[in-house]
């Protein structure tokens, strides 16, 4: 089991998802590829374009969030 739920303490109607040690040791794992592969994306934009790629995706994220009731 990668993830477990526990009671939210401040919020008792809720839960919250806890990464297990499992899911830590894995998440240890993969997070720095993660990274790695970002990095490797991302190395042929100036910085001025990832930040607008970043707005981009912010604004896209939101609307659907809004078109699925979320946000």
Avoid: C, F, W
């Amino acid at each position: 089991m990668l993830v477990k739920r526990e009671p939210n303490s401040s919020d008792g109607r809720s839960h919250r998802l806890v990464l297990t040690a499992s899911g830590e040791r894995l998440h240890g794992q993969i997070a720095p590829l993660a990274l790695e592969y970002e990095a490797q994306l991302l190395a042929g934009l100036d910085p001025r374009e990832v930040e607008t790629l970043e707005r981009q995706l912010r604004r896209l994220e939101q609307a659907a969030g809004r078109s699925a009731g979320v946000m």
